[in-house]
Nanobody, 122 residues
Framework: HVQLVESGGGSVQAGGSLRLSCVAS????MAWFRQAPGKQREGVAA???????KYADFAKGRFAISKDTAKNTLYLQMNSLSPGDSGMYYC?????????????????????WGQGTQVTVS
């Protein structure tokens, strides 16, 4: 298990934007999750091999996941934020052991997690 480090959270008004960053390992399978108080952790976006991406329905058209391999950094650009987007955002990765990453946004698939960065939208 490798501890990841997220940053970029903060407080913004509805309609605003935030860009989250995650200093990660070289794992090929990466994702962002979020959790609101009293709610279950849910997937936001994932990136696998060859730049393949998957987004939760609420993130489509508003959020974009990307990576900088040279910097071992994963990003999540979040635009048009709403109060419902508030919560703790986590970066997660796991080591690819097969031919392709599972792209189901299932927290159980991931072994490496960050401590989270808080996002508050008012």
């Amino acid at each position: 298990h490798v501890q990841l480090v997220e940053s970029g959270g903060g407080s913004v008004q509805a309609g605003g934007s935030l860009r989250l960053s995650c200093v990660a390992s070289g794992d090929a399978c990466m994702a962002w999750f979020r959790q609101a108080p009293g709610k279950q952790r849910e997937g936001v976006a994932a990136m696998g091999k060859y730049g393949v991406t998957k987004y939760a329905d609420f993130a489509k058209g508003r959020f974009a996941i990307s990576k900088d391999t040279a910097k071992n950094t994963l990003y999540l650009q979040m635009n048009s934020l709403s109060p419902g987007d508030s919560g703790m955002y986590y970066c997660a990765t796991y080591t690819l052991r097969g031919l392709a990453c599972r792209m189901e946004l299932n927290p159980a698939d991931f072994q490496n997690w960050g401590q989270g960065t808080q996002v508050t939208v008012s």
